[in-house]
């Protein structure tokens, strides 16, 4: 009977697990969604479409996009602008009681700065192969060696994420494709080389 009340015991608390987990992934796919929508954005002003949000008490507190190419400014990175908001806001370096939502996995000075900032979670969409740093070409959020590692989740919203860069690039390369074309009658014509981070 014990043995019986033990493992009913248990199966409550499973599912109390699952409901819980439910509940932090629909919350987690509202943000993502918030996310999505600066990375459009940076897509209709032809910024690579990457966009980001902070997240504090259940409230979101600072909301950016990529804003490199538009600022001339190579530090104009989603993750950058959203981390600057948000200590303005908190009034304080440390960002510890904050989530951060991304939609591509941080590059490696958003990764620096999100150590920097203290900042307990990170949640992204989308991997990022050439520039990662959770956990695909470096793991900087998480490496024992430093002194701050970082609660990753990642692929939440991932089709969408990835959709609306493949987008970015598909009609970055049609636009490559046609200035090739004007290259070839005018020398000074030239697709500038172009990369998410
Ligand atoms: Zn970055």
Same mark, same amino acid.
């Given at each position: 009977m014990q043995q019986k009340n033990e493992s009913m015991t248990e199966q409550i608390e499973q599912t109390e697990q699952t409901e819980q987990q439910i509940e932090q992934n629909e919350q987690d796919i509202c943000y993502m969604r918030e996310a999505l929508a600066e990375a459009q954005k940076a897509l209709d002003m032809g910024e690579v479409p990457i966009g980001?949000?902070?997240v504090r008490a259940g409230a979101i507190i600072?909301?950016?996009?990529?804003?490199?190419?538009t600022a001339k400014n190579p530090l104009r990175h989603a +993750? *950058?602008?959203v981390i600057n908001a948000a200590a303005e806001i908190v009034g304080d370096w440390r960002l510890e009681d904050c989530v951060l939502y991304v939609t591509v996995e941080p590059c490696p000075m958003c990764a620096g700065a999100i150590v920097q900032a203290r900042i307990p979670k990170v949640v992204f969409g989308t991997r990022n192969s050439k520039a990662g740093?959770?956990?695909?070409v470096l793991d900087v959020l998480n490496?024992?060696?430093l002194n701050h590692q970082v609660d990753v989740v990642e692929g939440v919203l991932q089709p969408e994420c990835s +959709? *609306?860069?493949k987008r970015f690039f598909k009609r970055f390369r049609k636009n490559a494709a046609d200035t090739a074309c004007t290259a070839n009658t005018d020398n000074t014509a030239h697709a500038a080389p172009i990369?998410?981070?």
């Open positions: 980001a949000v902070m600072a909301r950016g996009h990529n804003m490199r190419n +993750e *950058i602008d740093c959770a956990g695909s490496e024992p060696k +959709e *609306i860069m990369s998410s981070h």
